[in-house]
């Protein structure tokens, strides 16, 4: 999966990006920062099953097939949210 790919969707999900030697990404909701984050390489222009396998695991979702709904956009950033807070993840 191509990592610009995933960064436009995370920024369209609530996340904010954060430039160092690595792009991050941490979720704000309301305004506040939570404990949700991950990282994307520069030097990587597409991610292989490794790779998301580990961001699936920083953004707490379960399955692969949660991730592929939330870059591929079928799963709204409200959702997400909603998906966080159901599992005791963030607290608003």
Not at 1 to 11: D, N, V
Not at 28 to 55: A, Q
Not at 58 to 78: A, F, H
């Amino acid at each position: 999966m191509k990592t610009s790919k995933i960064a436009a969707s995370l920024l369209k999900k609530g996340f904010v990006q954060k430039e160092t030697h690595h792009s991050y990404y941490l979720l704000f909701v309301n305004g506040k920062k939570t404990s949700i984050r991950t990282r994307l390489s520069h030097g990587s222009s597409e991610y292989g099953s490794n790779l998301l396998s580990m961001i699936k695991k920083q953004l707490s979702l379960e399955t692969m097939e949660e991730l592929e709904d939330l870059i591929n956009c079928p799963m709204s950033g409200e959702a997400y949210v909603e998906l966080l807070l159901e599992r005791n993840v963030i607290k608003l």
